[in-house]
């Protein structure tokens, strides 16, 4: 796995085309500019790894635009030992961003194929984040409560199971929406259990499905 100095010189073209968008969270922007993202995508597409765009990665999905993982995570508000459940592990990026936050990251990925691949590439990589074949609308109770909570697919309504496992005072950041197009929406628990919601403008992604796959 080849990481040069010319990958490392367009990683930081990239970081600067984030910012120049609107991101400032400095720890977010430099978890960017450490990650090889070219090394997520298939050969095919690695001349193109350092375009703020988001390219496929098999089995019907896409590994997200830059621009789109950073402002996720920004709205997420991590902090050091935040222990984060991600749903929709897709290529294993974002799950990487959160980790060089400092967060303990839980990932679901219903695709069996991409579970498998992202799982041995991340370890290889040297990442720990714990990723999990299964469900995402069921998240992972065996290991609630979260601190966060992060949906990568756009979803028409937030799934009441998530919310059971989220700690109070903790936030889901989650695409709501019909298929084409979502609304991105910040919920935080409050300690009474009820959820404030904000919207935070318009974004596209994949639709999160509730059967699993095996191929």
Sequence with gaps: ????FKHKGLRKQLVEIVREKGIENEDILD???KIPRHLFLDSSF???AYQDKPFPIGSGQTISQPYTVAFQT???EI???DKVLEIGTGSGYQACVLEELGAKVFSIERQKKLYLKTKKFL???GYKAKIFYGDGYKGLPAFAPFDKILITAGAPKLPDTLVSQLKDDGMIVIPIGKRDIQIMTRFIKGSDGNMRKEGHGTFRFVPLLRE???D
């Design 212 to 214: 699993m796959a095996n």
């Design 1 to 4: 796995m080849i990481d040069s």
């Design 31 to 33: 978890a960017i500019g």
């Design 46 to 48: 690695l001349e193109f």
């Design 123 to 125: 370890a290889k990589l």
């Design 74 to 76: 920004a709205l997420l």
């Design 79 to 81: 902090r050091q030992g």
